[in-house]
């Protein structure tokens, strides 16, 4: 069981770095003007957008036409990395050590 919670932790923590990377590469694109039908645009906008609306919707993010709504979800995939993430490998290892 223990080491199950730690591959878990792993994948976690791994899907979340990844987001956050292209959380990243999102705000980099809109201060340019990327071509919106590239597929790699597209593609980031699409896996992106559903986050950053629901995060629009609830808080009102955007000061001077700035949207900061990317600045948060970076704050919670930190949050999650240092809790949850830490939390199961914490618990993974009272499982693995007797």
Known sequence: MGYFLAALAK????????????????????????DPYNP????????TE?????????LPVSFGGIDLSPVVVLLIIV????????????FAQGFIQP
Do not use: E, G
Not at 50 to 58: A, E, F, K, S
Not at 79 to 90: D, E, I, N
């Open 79 to 90: 949050f999650l990395q240092s809790f949850v993430v830490r939390s199961l490998l914490h």
């Open 50 to 58: 559903p986050v950053l609306y629901q995060i629009r919707r609830r």
């Open 11 to 34: 994948v976690i923590d791994t899907v979340l770095f990844i987001y956050m990377w292209i959380i990243i590469i999102r705000a980099v694109l809109s201060w340019v003007s990327p």
């Open 40 to 47: 790699i645009v597209r593609f980031i906008n699409n896996i």
